[in-house]
């Protein structure tokens, strides 16, 4: 693209600015990305990968990744741009990592439920792309639910992660609950063994009695709700999950 | 797709919005920004509830946070948002007033709290209203010289407050200050309940004098605070003033160097506070409350898009609109005086829905087809234990008949529940219910007579009609039942998953402690709840177990037979 070229579309980009109260604009050109003072050799996820969020939101934590050299030390000032199928947004979309090693950016998911493959990338000395997927999940209404209610019902036992709010139930019992993201047990089990265990309990199915059945507290749709959070989380990810949005 | 909304009853676009009838898919779905309506964003869909559902439902888990943050937040301080029913939404916080400020806290703490509010307390809901520096002296200088001292705000105690951290700590901790009160730890994580102000930095806020003052009673101040009024003895206000004094900041105030301030300071210090809409928020002498200081709201989700201004890059669409505006209001023009918040993206959103909800439509509804809210409570109990109950804002945590906090157990059928005997021991001095809990009910070192008043008025007052509790005994059960329902507790229903009888054995700490349950409950209480929770408490997450009559019985001679814990049955031995 010529000087001139340039010259014009900033004088368009003034027009359209300036008349923004009375007309309707388009996004702009994009930003120039910044210039990178360092390359890298590897990019690593440093923490916000596997969130969920409802369809469109952004997530609760941003994603951070990391750049290192060769021998795996934090590279300050490596350029990263974030890519993702159309109705992903991020925010920034790219810039440069700080001084140990990282960028964060905030993450919107698309607009349809299911899991968006995000590429975080980076250049190497020689220019070559480098580049970390990271899996994030959008979740439809019915599994957002699904998930209000696990937060209310199910977490403080199957999930055994405290926090400093909230102390875990799940070292207390004597035989372990499964985790909602254990895909490697989950999945094997069908919608209709999984809505007997949580309506009937876990007698039900010759399982633990200390999961009680919720089948008088929980209506129908909340058992749905749920079941249909617990394969939208699954990891390795359940066959009914959904959907994969990848960048094409 | 709910299943409780029939596609062929409802339709699309009553949820979903868009433009109603098409001939083919595309057309349907592919929503254009030309529409004047159009497809709502799948994260926003809870609004469309929100128009006929005009209170709380399990489903709409955003929209229910959305419309209390709206009150909570203090946008209905300042935007008049009325109800297609008729009602003004009320704010449910409680902003301090400043008509004694000076009493509480120095001009410099004010000028740094003003310029910042969230560097002071990063839970502050105060916003931020990016004041200039001569902005926050005039304003500071005018809140401190229209203040005037309020009689009994300050105290000089016989006993000194020395910092004895060991002492103030277990203080802190024994009255569970922390059930309401954050502070942020050294890991930066902010622990402890949001009812009250965190108290981080408080050592650089509050005069030692005043502080004193509250502690020993916080009504002198501010008659409706939601602080109850411990019965602190003068040296138990000296340790916790110390503790509490010592909890600053070195850096805070250390650059805020104040020159007293000029009559023309005052004077336009004044005209800022009106000028932003301070006494929305805050009662301030002299100032009125201004009325209609921002646009009303009360249609807010039907604004036309040629009405709305947009910045630059942002989609075109009024959702986007409204969420922007809350995220960064000055963006959209820097005269404007709507102040920055710190609102996390899920808050945003969750806002967002619930004005998105306050639309024409929910307006022109015909009245049959919406769902009304529950009517608001303002329940108070009467008398002297009304008084007493008032005095010790037991209603910041706990509701009754509909009116209080949800932080505690609904104390609506607590005359039903438990036992005179415990109940004036707990009053007295509250023992661990819920170990994995860490907010917990104070001692507020009751006398022995406002126990017993409590009391008294509880077990009368607060029962429920459908359980005679003397209709059942609290002991003699057979041995026999007792072991059938020792077997169904560890066996069949597996209980102490989250609930501990034998503290050697069991672990659970979901569900309060059952050692000494016997001494503590009803056995009618005990009855009634093993055959439906929900109906004692709403949403509880004890689950109903559609136990049978014989079932419920023998457990609940089981929890009856474990006695012990109170002082009196200690005494007894």
């Known amino acids: ?248 | 797709m709910l299943p409780w909304h029939k596609l062929d009853q409802f339709g699309c676009t009553i949820c979903h919005r868009g433009q109603g009838a098409a001939t083919t898919v595309a057309e349907a779905h592919n929503s254009t920004l030309t529409w004047e309506q159009p497809i709502l964003p799948a994260k926003y869909v809870e609004s469309s509830c929100g128009e006929c559902h005009r209170g709380p439902l399990p489903g709409t888990p955003q929209l229910n946070q959305g419309r209390n943050l709206l009150l909570r937040e203090g946008c209905v301080h300042c935007h008049l948002v009325k109800l297609p029913d008729g009602s003004t939404l009320k704010p449910t916080d409680d902003p301090p007033s400043l008509s004694h400020i000076a009493d509480k806290t120095t001009r410099e703490w004010i000028y740094a709290w003003l310029k910042d509010p969230q560097a002071y307390a990063t839970t502050a809901t105060m916003p931020n209203f990016k004041l200039t520096d001569d902005e926050a002296l005039d304003i500071s200088a005018f809140l401190i010289a229209n203040s005037t001292p309020l009689v009994g705000d300050t105290a000089v105690l016989k006993a000194k407050a020395l910092p004895d951290p060991a002492a103030g700590a277990s203080l802190y901790g024994e009255s569970f200050c922390a059930s309401c009160h954050a502070v942020q730890n050294a890991a930066g994580n902010i622990v402890g309940g949001d009812i009250g102000p965190e108290l981080t930095r408080v050592g650089n806020k509050v005069r030692p004098e005043w502080l004193q003052a509250w502690l020993a009673n916080p009504r002198n101040y501010d008659p409706g605070t939601g602080m109850s009024h411990y019965r602190f003895n003068e040296a138990q206000v000296a340790t916790l003033t110390g503790f509490l004094l010592a909890k600053t900041d070195s850096d805070r105030l250390a650059n805020v160097h104040l020159e007293a301030a000029t009559p023309e300071q005052i004077a336009h210090g004044k005209r800022l506070v009106a000028d932003y809409g301070c006494a929305s928020c805050h009662e301030i002498a002299g100032i009125k409350k201004p009325e209609n200081f921002a646009p009303e709201l009360s249609r807010i989700g039907s604004k036309p898009i040629t009405q709305l201004i947009f910045l630059p890059g942002m989609q075109h669409a009024l959702p986007d609109y409204i969420a922007g505006k809350i995220k960064q209001p000055r963006a959209f023009s820097p005269g404007l005086k709507m102040p920055q918040y710190s609102l996390t993206p899920a808050q945003i959103d969750s806002l967002t829905t619930a004005l998105l909800s306050l639309n024409e439509r929910s307006f022109t509804l015909p009245p049959s087809l919406a769902v009304a809210a529950a009517p608001q409570s303002d329940y108070q109990p009467a008398g002297r234990p009304g008084k007493l109950m008032a005095d010790l804002a037991c209603f910041s945590c706990h509701r009754i008949n509909g009116h209080g906090g949800d932080m505690a157990p609904d104390l609506t059928w607590e005359g039903s529940s438990v036992q005179r005997e415990w109940l004036v021991q707990f009053l007295k001095n509250p023992g661990t219910l819920r170990p994995a809990l860490i907010r917990r009910m104070p001692r507020f070192n009751l006398t022995d007579g406002e126990a017993n008043e409590l009391a008294d008025y509880i077990m009368i007052v607060y029962q429920n009609p459908a359980i005679d509790r003397d209709s059942m005994p609290l002991s003699g059960y057979a041995q026999g039942e007792i072991e059938l329902g020792k077997q169904l507790f560890y066996g069949k229903y597996a209980c102490q998953g989250c609930h501990i009888v034998d503290i050697r054995a069991d672990k659970g700490y979901i569900g309060p402690t059952l050692t000494h349950v016997g001494s503590r409950l009803t056995a009618a209480w005990i009855y009634q709840w093993m055959r439906d929770p929900q109906a004692l408490r709403p949403g509880t997450i004890e689950p109903n177990r559609a136990m049978s009559d014989e079932d419920a019985r023998a457990l609940t001679a089981f929890l009856m037979s474990q006695k012990g814990g109170t002082a009196l049955e200690a005494a007894k031995k």
């Open chain 1, 1 to 248: 693209m010529t000087r001139s070229t340039y010259g014009v579309l900033a004088l368009v980009t003034a027009i359209l600015a300036s008349s923004l109260a009375t007309s309707c604009s388009r996004k702009g050109p994009p930003a120039p990305l910044p210039k990178p003072t360092a390359f890298g050799a590897a990019i690593i996820e440093s923490s916000g990968g596997k969130q969920g969020a409802q369809t469109g939101a952004q997530l609760p934590q941003p994603l951070v990744v990391q750049v290192n050299d060769a021998q795996g030390a934090a590279v300050t000032g490596a350029l990263v741009e974030f890519a993702a199928a159309p109705g992903v947004s991020f925010d920034p979309p790219n810039g440069l990592t700080d001084s140990s090693g990282q960028l964060a950016t905030n993450v919107s998911l698309g607009g349809t439920a299911g899991r968006y493959k995000i590429i975080a990338s980076t250049l190497d000395k020689a220019s070559r792309k480098i580049e970390l997927n990271v899996e994030e999940i959008a979740l439809s209404y019915q599994q957002s639910l699904g998930r209000h209610l696990n937060d209310v019902y199910c977490d403080r036992c199957h999930n055994a992660e405290s926090t400093v709010e909230r102390v875990s139930n799940y070292d207390n019992l004597e035989v372990k609950p499964h985790p909602f993201t254990d895909g490697e047990t989950l999945n094997k089990m069908s919608d209709a063994d999984l809505t007997a265990i949580v309506s009937y309990g876990g007698s039900a199915l010759g399982k633990s009695a200390l999961m009680p059945a919720w089948g008088n507290t929980l209506s129908k749709a909340d058992v749905e709700a749920l079941i249909s959070y617990i394969r939208a989380i699954s990891d390795p990810p359940s066959p009914s999950a959904g959907p994969v949005f990848g960048k094409n």
